[in-house]
């Protein structure tokens, strides 16, 4: 397959995480998620474990250099490798993307799954989880079957609308400049996030696959 770098944005419970799952499954790429990556940074750091475990950001340079010199050390990535959760700023967009044209690499796409404020409080919601089993349910696109008991589901404390709605202002204040940016220089493509997961999944992999074959067909 030829070379694909895809940033993958939007709001929590835009659905996003679900869609980078399915795009590495389908493609063979190598999944960048930011949650995993600072927990991992957490194992070797304390002051970032400290950090993570508070539910906090790791300060947005510091987090910039960590990613790089992690990208430095595994360039093999490069060639497929589809970012969820990174860059969040503008500045890091920047620096990575400066960073990508060094080596000879570009974002071939910059996708957001746009979905309203009223949705995502809506979705986010309605999570429940199995205080027995752990598992997260979704009262809406993923309810829980016959098999479990309501008694054992509960509302997580950052889930309740209050919460919900201070994550959407942290997100409109930190990445809504940065998906402002992305399409200022051309790279945005907007994907209805109100839809079903196959829906969406289905114009995802319409564009890359367009775009492959296009780059296949000029070789």
């Known amino acids: 397959m030829a070379v694909m770098i895809i940033l993958l944005l939007g709001k929590p419970g835009s659905g996003k995480g679900t869609q980078a799952k399915l795009l590495v499954d389908k493609f063979g790429l190598y999944y960048f ?9 957490a194992k070797n750091d304390p002051r970032v474990a400290e950090i993570v475990s508070s539910g906090k950001l790791i300060p947005e340079d510091e987090m910039t250099d960590h990613v790089i010199k992690f990208l430095e050390e595994k360039q093999s990535f490069l060639k497929n490798i589809l970012f969820e959760g990174f860059p969040r700023y503008v500045t890091q967009y920047q620096k990575l993307e400066e960073w990508l044209g060094g080596k000879g690499f570009k974002f071939d796409f910059v996708f957001l799954i746009d979905v309203s404020d009223e949705e995502v409080v809506r979705r986010l919601s309605a999570r429940r989880i199995d205080k027995n089993t752990g598992k997260i349910y979704n009262l809406i696109t993923e309810p829980p079957g016959a098999d479990v008991d309501p008694k054992n589901l509960e509302q997580r404390s950052d889930d309740s609308e209050e919460t919900i709605k201070k994550r959407l202002e942290v997100f409109n204040e930190n990445t809504l400049p940065t998906i402002e940016y992305a399409q200022k220089v051309g790279k945005l493509v907007k994907i209805d996030g ?14 890359i696959e367009d775009k492959l074959k296009n780059e296949a067909s000029s070789n």
């Open 194 to 207: 109100g839809r079903s997961i196959d829906e969406i999944q289905k114009d995802l992999v319409t564009a």
């Open 33 to 41: 998620a930011t949650g995993d990556f600072s927990r991992n940074l």
